[in-house]
């Protein structure tokens, strides 16, 4: 646990390893004496994000994205943002994350560490990959920090998590797209299947989570919105994202 | 922090406990003293906290949502909640009490915020001071957007933010030295009546002045009057601001115990067997109670004076659930933990009936009957699901078909709104025990202790004289703490372990199993004139009251009585239906049933102008009520269903309107004329946002007429200070000080000399509590009566000190009791003459008041809004709402109503809804789902106070806490229709709502 947020409020999916707020049935191990905070410039491209990193840092700081600074702030509310990381932000995998969907967009990567060494993943890998294995440390995301980017969301109220977001990144000839809320959790698109009947998934990073090639978006219908709904918020704000890129 | 040895040991040398977990040791620096403390794994942060009397830090979601438990680590302000305690071993944790340096005094962001009244219950008073704090350190001149991201982890449901962001503004500007302007009412012209101006733009002065600052439209036939219609400053606001233990949960009692309610996963089933014997095997469990063995006593939970109304259609414990989350069993246990384990050791068998959630399935043949029980009388049809039935009209039927077949253009829609909850950031809880004398004693956070006391009585098989309710400072009610909920389960629990209980309701039990606003679907149908005058209104109503009829007959007759009184129309028929179903319990919401109503009376007036042509504001105006006109349905409707016939001249009548000046304040604030501009509701830059402007008009009540009662005592002190006791119940709002207000204008003194207690069943006199918006009506009528008794011993007194020969001649101001020639006497120098020198008597004054009217505070509110034309998504730009609250005694505090309504009733129009699985189990039990409107995406809200003279109230009052919650959602409705024009006639306006509505896309499924 590092920061611990979303275990400490029972908020973390089932999936990710504990579905409840009492924590007396969940093995937690405090991460605060590791040193996995702090924002490090490699070069003009690589930014590498600590995993025990908390969502203000990441807001205020220079160096991020602004995209990804947007999304950080929309993730939560000022207090929780104070004290959540962003290794908690990935291992929940929240479908809604706007954040995660700039760092999928910005070719996060993943480091982490487990018993058998060191390893570093693309983040749509480790997403599809969710719940974290046992014993499995996230220390650190690192992404390409250049590009053009653009966020769109639609929402309930201007600060409510969004039903769908988009995010598109264009650097040089290459575009990525992301979508929240149409998956369990945010991901890759190719951008130009999403005006079809369904969401493909794209992208090398979806291709290796996706071997058989035959996993097919369905967005689930809940209260907020159903999938059609959706269906069509993700195409629309996809427009939209990039064409606000290539502006 | 280190480990400890494994604690098994049992208090008391009691039986052995469940094996406790290995046990932590902290080094905490807390407000800057330095502790050791030791805690178990699971503790939060906010556990031990409160463990050491920090009190400020709140419980208010367990998930970090609320902010009500937000403290500052190492500077940085984060949710105590769901920080383990662990996790804070070797930092910095600062609290509000931290600020509390010296008797009497305030930090000046402390000040700052009970100068501007930014704290109404002041829950989460402590939070939100220390989220100033660390901004104005970290950036001494933030912006407003800066200050609201600031408070974005702080939820507030009472101020609407407005006042509070303001406050951090007046304290970061006091901070960098500048001179920070006096709050003090802004004063508008006024656009209508004697003495009116057409110039629409207000001056200069006004449109600087923040719209914190309370804006008010004088009435010139109000007197002046010294502490009357002042900003003052409310008169717990020391106590609330420095986080003082003044909740129910601030108290430490030795050997308490914790109660837990095992609640039902099913919607509808009979319970068959109870097996608890693994639960009371359980070490540390100290009672079980279910329906096996607590006596069956039939009663209904609404809060309402005797004798309730029918149905009494519950019992403590059932041998049948009705709704998931229903009462099955509870259980009092040594700790919390142990407690839910003996809950998960209850062994229930079920039948698993089927359940109904519509309310218009629910009266379709072949529906589950909902309560098939023999022994609940009063349903009104039990074998249609009908707890009650509803109906009033001002002709005959055949008059009302002839009305619409006379008119021009008959208007029929049907419209569907949600339940909502109230959300109060102090969830339902209440602590029990036995005093010295062995009688029971509830301290609860309700806002009918009185109610309470009486209701509770006979479950228990207590008489009154053997309970005593105590409230203490209540965080948030709304008409929620409207009920006894858990008050029984407490004494039970009381009684039977003879150790004091505390029984505190999750936020998922607050969301799920407290009380909600009755969904309804409501058609309507309304004959016009080619003029737009209306001819004849025809309202029915299906009105959800989910699985129990706690306030069905009531909310639901006075919801119909005020969405069909705002307009004069000479034909009105209201009927409703009361159904139950499986959904959670419908009951008492700040609007009683109107917001309901008027959301589809005044959405159909603006389809109505639309068809016709005309400006719907226009509209309004050719059919609202003015002073002298009767409220004709008022005295028709009840249970009766059939037409009363009452002289004209015995209607009650209309003696203060303001409704003509807040349409014009109102539009004047909005800038109503764009919505005609095609340029502005259709920005050219923002190809896919479309604008409109929208409203809605309402009228409420000022408590019940021959039912609502209120009383209050008063006693002189050696200083000439003076006591207040009172039953009215503050639940935020500010009452205490309003009341307060009162007593200190008649009896001539300031607002400080007032020292108020109120609601305690030992100490207080009745009150029937805080509903109805009776409480500065009928509370402050009994205070004002009060004030005039003692009034009345002092000016006798003085007169005969000042050798006067007519106490008639005395006048009472600035502390004094002044003769006609000019001499006088300080009210200290009587007081001490009366209780220590001469004639020696206690000068007090004790008088109760009951209301033959209810005269009707009125509100004009509107909306502007954006539309994305292609996603649907709404967004609210501005709120303004024009009231007619009378005199507001205090216009900071009543403003401050006004903008937390206006919030409350926004997130009813865009979000808040309870909803279901197929299995109705609450799907949006948290904050967060569900989305009550925060600091940094709420809209500019701007309240104006329009003062008109309500001869029946107390100096003029009339209510102010329930009409701005009306308006709101059928002016963003009709706000979306100006702008795209569609019409969306179900709440919440979601966005895919209104995207189906933009594209015609049916509904799927």
């Known amino acids: 646990m590092g920061g611990g947020t979303r275990l400490n409020a029972g908020l973390v999916p089932k999936r990710a390893g504990a579905g409840q707020s009492d924590v007396g049935g969940v093995e937690v191990v405090d991460l605060q004496a590791l040193d996995l905070a702090g924002i490090e410039r490699r070069d003009d491209a690589v930014l590498r994000i600590g995993a025990m990193t908390r969502l203000q840092e990441l807001v205020d700081s220079d160096d991020v994205p602004s995209v990804v600074r947007e999304a950080a702030r929309h993730e939560l509310p000022s207090t929780l943002r104070a004290q959540s990381t962003i290794g908690g932000c990935i291992a929940s995998g929240d479908p809604d994350s706007e954040l995660l969907a700039t760092l999928l967009v910005h070719d996060g990567r993943v480091h982490s560490t487990q018993t058998s060494g060191s390893v570093e993943v693309p983040l749509d890998e480790l997403l599809a990959e969710l719940p974290l294995a046992s014993g499995r440390i996230i220390t650190a995301v690192s992404i390409d920090a250049r590009g053009a980017s653009s966020l769109m969301r639609t929402g309930r109220t201007p600060a409510d998590r969004p039903i769908v977001a988009v995010v598109a990144r264009q650097l040089g000839g290459r575009r990525s797209v992301a979508i929240t809320g149409v998956a369990a959790t945010p991901v890759l698109v190719n951008s130009t299947a999403v005006g079809g009947g369904s969401l493909l998934p794209s992208g090398d990073g979806m291709a290796a989570s996706d071997p058989h090639g035959t996993f097919r978006l369905e967005p689930i219908s809940d209260f907020r919105g159903s999938s059609e709904y959706r269906r069509a918020l993700a195409r629309i704000l996809t427009s939209r994202a990039t064409e606000a890129i290539s502006r | ?1005």
Not at chain 2, 61 to 88: N, P, Y
């Open chain 2, 1 to 1005: 922090m280190s480990e400890l040895t494994e604690d098994k040991g049992a208090p008391d040398g009691g039986p052995a406990l469940p094996q406790r977990p290995v046990m932590l040791e902290l080094d905490l620096t807390i407000n800057g003293d330095q502790y050791r403390l030791t805690c178990e794994p699971g503790d939060t942060l906010l556990t031990v906290l409160r463990r050491l009397g920090l009190f400020s830090v709140r419980f208010g979601s367990g998930t970090g949502e609320s902010g009500a438990a937000a403290v500052l680590f190492d500077g940085r302000l984060v949710s105590a909640d769901v920080m383990l305690a662990g996790q804070a071993s070797g930092h910095n944790v600062t609290t509000v009490e931290s600020l509390d340096v010296a008797t009497g005094e305030l930090d000046p962001i402390q000040q700052a915020f009970v100068d501007i009244g930014a704290l109404q219950s002041g829950y989460s008073a402590g939070a939100m001071v220390l989220a100033a704090r660390a901004l104005i350190e970290a950036n001494p001149d933030p912006s407003e957007a800066e200050i609201r991201d600031a408070l974005s982890g702080i939820l507030d449901r009472e101020t609407g933010y407005v006042k509070v962001v303001e406050a951090i503004r007046r304290a970061a500007a006091a901070r960098r030295g500048e001179k920070v302007p006096p709050v003090e009412p802004v004063v508008l012209e006024p656009l209508t009546g004697p003495g009116s101006t057409e110039r629409r733009v207000p001056s200069a002065e006004a449109l600087q002045a923040p719209l914190a600052m309370p804006h008010v439209v004088l009435s010139s036939d109000v007197a002046i009057t010294a502490v009357v219609g002042k900003p003052e400053p409310k008169v717990d606001a020391l106590r609330l601001a420095k986080g003082r233990p003044v909740f129910t949960d601030d108290i430490d009692l030795r050997h308490m115990l914790y109660a837990k309610v095992l609640r039902s996963p099913h919607a509808h089933a009979r319970i068959l067997a109870i097996d608890d014997s693994e639960a009371r095997a359980l070490p540390g469990v100290h009672a079980v109670i279910h329906y096996g063995n607590t006596p069956r006593v039939k009663y209904a939970t609404g809060g309402q004076t005797w004798p309730n109304p029918a149905p009494w259609d519950q019992v403590s414990f059932d041998n049948k659930v009705r709704f998931v989350g229903d009462r099955v069993a509870a259980v009092a246990a040594e700790t919390l933990g142990i407690a839910e384990e003996a809950c998960r050791r209850i062994k229930v068998t079920y039948e698993v009936l089927p359940g109904v959630f519509d309310e218009v399935e629910a009266i379709a043949p072949g529906a589950p009957l909902v309560h098939d029980e023999t022994d609940t009388e009063g349903i009104y049809d039990a074998a249609h699901n009908k707890s009650h039935h509803i109906e009033g009209q001002t002709v005959t039927d055949e008059a009302l078909e002839a009305a619409f077949a006379s008119a021009k253009h008959v208007f029929q829609q049907t419209f569907h709104v949600q339940q909502q909850q109230h959300a109060p950031l102090e969830p339902h809880i209440t602590i029990g025990w036995l005093d010295d004398d062995d009688r029971l004693v509830l301290r609860s956070s309700t806002q009918v202790p009185y109610h309470v006391r009486r209701m509770v009585a006979p479950l228990l098989g207590l008489p009154v004289r053997r309970i005593r309710v105590i409230k203490p400072r209540i965080g948030g009610g709304f008409g929620g703490k409207q009920e006894m909920l858990i008050e029984d389960i407490v004494g039970y629990l009381v009684l039977a372990t003879r150790r004091p209980i505390r029984l505190e309701l999750t936020r998922s039990e607050e969301f799920a199993c407290a009380r909600c606003r009755h969904a309804m679907t409501l058609t309507l149908r309304t004959g016009v004139d080619d003029d737009g005058h209306l001819v004849a209104q025809d309202m029915h109503v299906v009105s959800n009251t989910g699985a129990y009829g706690t306030h069905g007959s009531t909310v639901n007759t006075v919801g119909g009585m005020h969405g069909m009184s705002i307009y004069n129309c000479p034909a009105k028929r209201f009927r409703c239906d009361v159904v139950y179903t499986n959904r959670p319990v419908s009951g008492a919401f700040r609007g009683y049933g109107a917001p309901q109503n008027f959301f589809a009376v005044e959405s159909q007036m603006d389809d109505i102008a639309r068809a016709l042509g005309m400006d719907p504001y226009e509209l309004r105006r050719k059919n609202w009520v003015q002073v002298g006109d009767p409220l004709d349905i008022v005295p028709r409707l009840g249970e009766r269903g059939d037409v009363v016939e009452i002289p004209q001249e015995d209607l009650p009548r209309i003696m203060s309107c303001g409704l003509q000046e807040c349409g014009a304040q109102g539009t004047r604030a909005i800038g109503w004329e764009r919505r005609n501009d095609p340029s502005w509701r259709q920005p050219a830059d923002r190809p896919t946002i479309r604008r409109g402007i929208g409203m809605g008009s309402a009228i409420q009540g000022s408590g019940i007429p021959f039912v609502d009662m209120g009383a209050c005592s008063i006693k002189i002190n050696d200083d000439g200070s003076f006591n207040m006791l009172v039953g009215a119940t503050d639940v935020g709002g500010g009452s205490d000080t309003v009341l307060a207000q009162i007593v200190a204008e008649v009896l001539g003194v300031e607002l400080k000399d007032i020292i108020v207690t109120s609601s305690d069943t030992d100490i207080t006199p009745f009150d029937v509590g805080a509903y109805a918006s009776s409480t500065t009506y009928v509370s402050g009528g009994a205070a004002k009566k009060a004030a005039e008794a003692a009034r009345a011993r002092i000016v006798t007194r003085a007169a005969r000190l000042l050798d006067l020969d007519d106490p008639g001649s005395v006048e009472l101001h600035d502390r004094r009791a002044w003769g006609p020639d000019g001499r006088s006497i300080s009210l200290g120098d009587l007081a001490l003459n009366s209780l220590h020198t001469e004639d020696q008597e206690q000068i007090m004054g004790t008088a109760s008041h009951y209301g033959t009217a209810s005269a009707p505070p009125f509100a004009v509110q509107l909306a502007e809004v954006e539309v994305d034309v292609e996603t649907g998504q709404v967004t609210v730009k501005k709120l303004v709402t024009a009231i007619d609250c009378g005199v507001p005694i205090n216009p900071i505090t009543a403003s401050g109503q006004v903008e937390g309504a206006m919030l409350q009733s926004l997130g009813y129009a865009l979000t808040e809804d309870l909803v279901l699985d197929a299995s109705g189990k609450l799907v949006n039990d948290r904050f967060g789902p569900y989305w009550i409107f925060r600091a940094d995406d709420a809209p500019v809200c701007e309240a104006i106070l329009v003062q008109t003279m309500e001869p029946s109230g107390p100096f003029g009052a009339k209510a102010v806490g329930e009409v701005p919650m009306d308006g709101i959602a059928p002016a963003v409705r009709n706000a979306v229709l100006n702008a795209t024009g569609v019409k969306v006639n179900q709440l919440p306006l979601l966005p895919e709502r209104v995207w189906r509505a933009l594209n015609n896309v049916p509904t799927s499924g």
